[in-house]
């Protein structure tokens, strides 16, 4: 590994090449501010990314004959830039991100990462985000490293030694820290319906946000709790120290939290630290619809934009505007619906923030469809339940307009009664 300031670790950069960015709370701003630096000499650089916290410099107005964007996934930093079309959304399966890179569909020339500092064999660590970034620097021709001491030192499959660095800037850059969520009523009412689904024993997929939030907190008399997720947060912790949550139960990694990625506060930071009990692997694995079937009462929580009467969810657009993505939701619907006592769980508001239903006679024109009618199971709304599993068409509208708000039952029945499913 060469040392190096940002600027020069961006030297040999060049046009047309691609670039695979760190996700969520690791990705490197210095270097991308770096690289930001070196935009005048540069044409069509392909990025490719998850979601990143942080600016996105290379998304802003005026920077696409600079930048190509390509994300797996759209954060709130590129969410413009996709929208209005200079940025590139790729519809994939979390778990298959890593595919496109080791088949070489996608192939990586740089990648820019934000390790921990290295141990005295020399082992850095990918710290709070291993989740693709372990298969993108497997193909990356230059890897170009943040040697972050602010970076918590993680356990699992995000060592990289500095040999395998080409060039490195040391710095120390606080990770960027996504406070715990707000509950209102509502997403109190939704966590405590959820909670009833959650058995003790289970083994628990859940992101980040309110609804998660508030499931965590109405899970404090459970027992044997373990996770196996995508990603999490602050709010496992206080479940952990109870001993709420402690694995035994589970068949994959027991008594292990096994995760891709974390987000959350600097409390969240100090407690993956060089935590043996935590684990971030590779997303391939930890999203591996086999492999999540094998843990007991796989119970995966999932949210929705909208969805219509004949449980057909759409997660990722709002009509054709995209908004997010199509994540992990389907890899762990699918992987709780097969495990033994599984759930899988939908948990929506009943409406928007503008008082419209979120449970609709249609998705609206271009919506996608990220978990089929087939695959869905449970959806949970505040006002309660609905158990889809084994119930034909007009069960399903029936139970899911009593899940709607009461405001808009009336015209879900008159459609339902008037134009059928």
Partial sequence: MKIVNPFEALQCLQSGNSVYVQSAAAAPQLLINAMI??????????IMQLHTEGAAPYAAKGMEKHFTITAFFIGSN?????????????????????????????????VLI???????????????????????IEKASIVIAQINQAMPRTHGDGFIHIDDIDYGIECYEELPEHNESSLHDIHKSIGQNVATLIEDGATLQLGIGSIPDAVLSYLHNH??????????SDGIIPLVEKGVINGNNKTVHPGKIVTGFVMGTKKLYDFVDDNQGVVFLDIAYVNDTDVIRRNPKVTAINS???VDITGQICADSIGSKMYSGVGGQMDFIRGASLSEGGKPIIALPSTT??????IVPFLKPGAGVVTTRS?????????????????NLKERAEILISIAHPDHRELLEKHYFEKSV
């Fill in 375 to 391: 695959h869905v199971h449970y959806i949970v709304t505040e006002y309660g339940i609905a158990h889809l599993f084994g119930k």
């Fill in 304 to 306: 929705a934009i909208e």
């Fill in 353 to 358: 923030h503008k008082g419209e239903s979120r």
């Fill in 37 to 46: 630096q070196h935009k005048d000499r540069l044409q069509n650089v392909k």
């Fill in 78 to 110: 590129i969410r413009e830039a996709v929208q209005s079309g200079r940025a590139n959304y790729l519809p994939v399966f979390l778990s298959e991100v890593p595919l496109l890179f080791r088949r070489n569909i996608l192939p990586v020339d740089i």
């Fill in 114 to 136: 934000n390790v921990s500092t290295p141990d005295k064999h020399g082992y850095c660590s990918l710290g709070v985000s291993v989740d693709v970034s372990k298969a993108a």
């Fill in 223 to 232: 027992k044997n709790l373990g996770i196996h997720t995508e990603m999490f």
